[in-house]
T-cell receptor, first 114, second 110 residues
Framework: DAGVIQSPRHEVTEMGQEVTLRCKPISGHDYLFWYRQTMMRGLELLIYFNNNVPIDDSGMPEDRFSAKMPNASFSTLKIQPSEPRDSAVYFC????????????FGSGTRLTVV | TQLLEQSPQFLSIQEGENLTVYCNSSSVFSSLQWYRQEPGEGPVLLVTVVTGGEVKKLKRLTFQFGDARKDSSLHITAAQPGDTGLYLCAGPSNFNKFYFGSGTKLNVKP
């Protein structure tokens, strides 16, 4: 298995633009998580899905953020409009079960909003 | 305030030295996981500890789960430059939410 695949690896965009981050989880994993990592706040859970259904989006900062999982092999995280404070590394992770077997993370998308 | 507090935050040592990093909480965890994150990559799972008092060894790395399941430690023997990275502990609390600690950034100098 190629692991969790995220694209793009790097994204530089201007404030106010729409940004879409993409994730392909490991085949067979039933949970998918979106995290954001910054130096100040560490890893923050934004939202997670179970069998393509959003379960907890309480970590989504505000209405500018939205996430979808239209099928078991694809998820997107969208920021519209983007702001400089959204600059961070965004990780997608998937797992078999909620906790027991650990999470497999993608390589992340480094987002810079100027 | 982090539910999982890790210490130290930063550690810079010479190759060959031993070190221990800690993960502490006031809450009970049913299990704890340790991840290592290298620059430019996502965290990678190293181990899961489940039973209070459990000790697991992974080559030069020794992981221990506290008897009360509120704390864990990671000991590295004879550190190598390849051990450099951010070490994160993580686990589910009694509230069934999964938390990551803030991490210990380790630098092993050749």
């Amino acid at each position: 298995d190629a692991g969790v695949i995220q694209s793009p690896r790097h994204e530089v965009t201007e404030m106010g633009q729409e940004v879409t981050l993409r994730c392909k989880p490991i085949s067979g994993h039933d949970y998918l998580f979106w995290y954001r990592q910054t130096m100040m706040r560490g890893l923050e859970l934004l939202i997670y899905f179970n069998n393509n259904v959003p379960i907890d989006d309480s970590g989504m900062p505000e209405d500018r953020f939205s996430a979808k999982m239209p099928n078991a092999s694809f998820s997107t995280l969208k920021i519209q409009p983007s702001e400089p404070r959204d600059s961070a590394v965004y990780f997608c992770a998937s797992s078999l079960g909620r906790v027991s077997y650990g999470y497999t993370f993608g390589s992340g998308t480094r987002l810079t909003v100027v | 305030t982090q539910l999982l507090e890790q210490s130290p935050q930063f550690l810079s040592i010479q190759e060959g030295e031993n070190l221990t990093v800690y993960c502490n909480s006031s809450s009970v965890f049913s299990s704890l996981q340790w991840y290592r994150q290298e620059p430019g990559e996502g965290p990678v799972l190293l181990v899961t500890v489940v039973t209070g008092g459990e000790v697991k060894k992974l080559k030069r790395l020794t992981f221990q789960f506290g008897d009360a399941r509120k704390d864990s430690s990671l000991h590295i023997t004879a550190a190598q430059p390849g051990d450099t990275g951010l070490y994160l502990c993580a686990g589910p609390s009694n509230f069934n939410k999964f938390y990551f600690g803030s991490g210990t950034k380790l630098n092993v100098k050749p």
